[in-house]
T-cell receptor, first 114, second 113 residues
Framework: AQSVTQPDIHITVSEGASLELRCNYS??????LFWYVQSPGQGLQLLLK??????LVQGIKGFEAEFKRSQSSFNLRKPSVHWSDAAEYFC????????????FGAGTRLFVKA | DGGITQSPKYLFRKEGQNVTLSCEQN?????MYWYRQDPGQGLRLIYY???????QKGDIAEGYSVSREKKESFPLTVTSAQKNPTAFYLC????????????FGPGTRLTVT
């Protein structure tokens, strides 16, 4: 079945440590790929997106993500986490089938400890 | 500033009452969406609209209704038929064919008792 999987429900990292959030998708053709961030009680904000080309994409707030076709993955990374990065992160895809509906993963909640 | 507004931020209703959630955008986007968010379940699509006077059911449309009389507005009515309406509701818009990215409002938390 077509799906977007975020294997980690929550992750805790120390401030200043590196971060990697995992995302895997199962679609026949490479979909359009996105990462969104949601602060508690707020809407979602786009961090970055991948359509084609360079497989390492840069986003806002110092985040980057790498698309790996062989692994059907689009993992989000940040070299040094700040306390303000504590939030919920959603991986999302738009299947490359002519439609435009976005399919969201279940989310990963990031906790940052001092 | 362009964006999406949702009102109110918090809404309380008694069981059996219909309630309408407001969503307005001034981004000139053609497409608008309503999502429901429950803890641990991500976002689930309720309804979406690609153009004025047209809308389609999403994955969990039962117990909800929408209208799209104006490009800027896409109100959601939670009816008494919705079995478990307490949730966080998010409205979003996008410009299909451009970048597919969605712009979200701040959400409305509905509590039904």
């Amino acid at each position: 079945a077509q799906s977007v999987t975020q294997p980690d429900i929550h992750i805790t990292v120390s401030e200043g440590a590196s971060l990697e959030l995992r995302c895997n998708y199962s679609y026949g053709a490479t979909p359009y790929l996105f990462w969104y961030v949601q602060s508690p009680g707020q809407g979602l904000q786009l961090l970055l997106k991948y359509f084609s080309g360079d497989t390492l994409v840069q986003g806002i707030k110092g985040f980057e993500a790498e698309f790996k076709r062989s692994q059907s993955s689009f993992n989000l990374r940040k070299p040094s986490v700040h306390w303000s990065d504590a939030a919920e992160y959603f991986c999302a895809v738009v299947p490359n089938t002519g439609g435009f509906k976005t399919i969201f993963g279940a989310g990963t909640r990031l906790f940052v400890k001092a | 500033d362009g964006g999406i507004t949702q009102s109110p931020k918090y809404l309380f209703r008694k069981e059996g009452q219909n309630v309408t959630l407001s969503c307005e955008q001034n981004l000139n986007h053609d497409a608008m969406y309503w999502y429901r968010q429950d803890p641990g379940q991500g976002l689930r699509l309720i309804y979406y609209s690609q153009i004025v006077n047209d809308f389609q059911k999403g994955d969990i449309a039962e117990g909800y209704s929408v209208s799209r009389e104006k490009k800027e507005s896409f109100p959601l009515t939670v009816t008494s038929a919705q079995k478990n309406p307490t949730a966080f509701y998010l409205c979003a818009s996008s410009h299909p064919g451009a970048s597919y990215e969605q712009y979200f409002g701040p959400g409305t938390r509905l509590t039904v008792t």
